[in-house]
């Protein structure tokens, strides 16, 4: 499947709903606890008997996507569900709650999980909670996993609530409204906004090289996700940056020579529509958390986490 800044999709920085213009906290800690309650009994429903209705109502956006085509694969492999599954449990919770106007809110919670990461227990799962109007259900829209020391410290105002970013801040190396078009942009062509590393630069050399396989023909297409409940997030820095979350969309076209097997792996047939003889797409939605520095700092983009799932397969004969 990882402290931030709440961030508004508007670029004037508030949606005003219903009249609603009074700048407020988009949620109380008791109502923040209660959301991550709720969602945590219907996601532990989900996982064990791998039905996608048991959580729809409490996931949204990239994590939805990601949540819900796990879910119908995992169904379609294991119809019983998977009655030996271990819940999953969230402590050591903190909340960093931005005030704004109207509607959508949302909220951080910084959390530990009883699960291992990379044989390691103690990353900080970092889950951003949304919420679309008076009348709607919090429900989980990102997640990613952080080493701890490696989330930012947030800036908080005068009364301990957190600060979020405008879509468009223009005193960040990118604005939010514009990291997922750069990231897709530097996938596809490299550049000099991100930091080198797992998500950026091996990424890209690995994804090169996959185009370059012998009896394989592999294309791909990405795209920014920035509408709805797929819109960037993110919260100030203490040091003048930001934490924020975005999302993208992918696309992976593999056409082999005859006589080749495509081996489509369980997941993949799973979601796998139409007939795969030589040719299949796969469609994956990935949502990334990343510290924007301040422009003034000259530091470039650097990636705390991504998580990407496996949304579609469709097969071209």
């Known amino acids: 499947m990882a402290t931030a800044a709440a961030l508004s999709v508007a670029a004037t920085g508030c949606v005003t709903v219903h009249g609603e213009r009074e700048v407020l906290p988009a949620a109380t800690k008791t109502e923040a606890a ?54 999953l449990k969230l402590t050591d919770v903190t909340y960093a709650i931005p005030k704004k106007a109207g509607w959508p809110r949302w909220f951080l919670a910084d959390t530990k999980a009883n699960r291992k990461v990379g044989g390691k227990t103690d990353a900080r799962w970092l889950w951003i909670f949304t ?15 952080v080493a701890p020391a490696k989330v930012p410290d947030l800036k908080k105002d005068k009364d301990g609530w ?44 690995a994804r090169d090289r996959n185009t370059k396989r012998l009896g394989v023909g592999v294309q791909y297409l990405d795209y920014p996700r920035n509408g709805g409940t797929f819109a960037p997030v993110g919260l100030r820095t203490k040091d003048g940056g930001a934490l924020v979350f975005f999302a993208t969309h992918h696309y992976e076209k593999q056409t ?3 006589g080749i097997d495509l081996n489509l792996d369980p997941n993949a047939k799973a ?31 650097t990636f705390l986490g991504r998580i990407q799932g496996l949304t579609g397969a469709k097969g071209d004969q």
């Open 34 to 87: 209660k959301a991550l309650k709720d969602f945590l009994a219907a996601y532990n429903k989900a996982e064990k008997t791998y039905d996608p209705a048991a959580d729809a109502a409490r996931v949204t956006g990239p994590l939805g996507a990601i949540n819900q085509a796990g879910l119908r694969s995992r169904q379609a492999q294991h119809p019983g569900g998977n009655p030996g599954a271990t819940p």
């Open 162 to 205: 957190a600060v979020p970013v405008e879509a468009g801040a223009a005193h960040l190396a990118v604005a939010p409204k514009d990291l997922g078009k750069t990231y897709t942009a530097f996938l596809k062509s490299g550049g000099d906004a991100f930091a080198p590393g797992d998500h950026t630069s091996k990424w890209k050399a």
């Open 131 to 145: 919420k679309g109007g008076p009348d709607q259900l919090w429900q989980a829209s990102y997640l990613n996993l």
């Open 256 to 258: 082999v020579a005859k």
């Open 271 to 301: 979601l796998l529509k139409g007939e795969a003889k030589q040719s299949v797409t796969l469609e994956r939605v990935s949502n990334q958390a990343v510290v924007d520095p301040a422009k003034s700092s000259g530091d470039k983009v």
